[in-house]
Each structure stands twice: as C-alpha cells, then as structure tokens.
C-alpha cells in the first residue's frame, strides 16, 4: 500500500498575521527614512508616542486602521505602499 503524499497545509493565520506585520514594519521604516524623518517627527505628525513608531518599526505591534491610516498620511504613502512586500512594490 504506497502512501499518498499530501500537500502542506496552508499558513497558520497567526504566521500570516506575522510575516505581514513584519513586511509592514519593515516598510515603515523604509518610508520614514526616505523621507528623512526621525521616529519622533513622524510621531508628531500622527499624534502617537515615539515608543509607539518605535515598536511598529520592530514588528512588536499591529498597528490598527485608524494609525495605519494616519502613517501613510504623513508620509504621504498608500497603505498599499506599506502593506507590498519590497520586491512587488520594486517591480511596479
């Protein structure tokens, strides 16, 4: 009897929560350093702690809508934009 090999199940959400929470605070800080703004400035214009900027760059937190709304703003981005792995957004 031969033994039927089964694809891999797909991510877990919590894996997929994670790789985009890190995709998203990788581009963040790409974003804010292409813009040639400290944590600190780019808290200011959003109205959050510097220490909130700081763990959204390491992937410590999701961030919610309502900031992820205010970063693009200040950074004059599309949430796509931060949300694209770097490679996709490279190719467009």
Wanted: aromatic share 2%.
């Amino acid at each position: 009897m031969s033994r039927q090999t089964r694809p891999p199940p797909p991510p877990r959400l919590p894996d997929v929560a994670m790789h985009t929470r890190h995709r998203f605070a990788h581009n963040l800080g790409q974003a804010r350093l292409k813009k040639g703004l400290s944590q600190a400035d780019l808290a200011a214009r959003c109205d959050l702690h510097r220490s909130e900027i700081s763990l959204l760059e390491r992937g410590g937190r999701e961030p919610r809508l309502g900031v992820l709304v205010k970063l693009a703003a200040a950074l004059g981005a599309d949430l796509d934009a931060l949300l694209t792995p770097p490679d996709a957004a490279a190719s467009r």
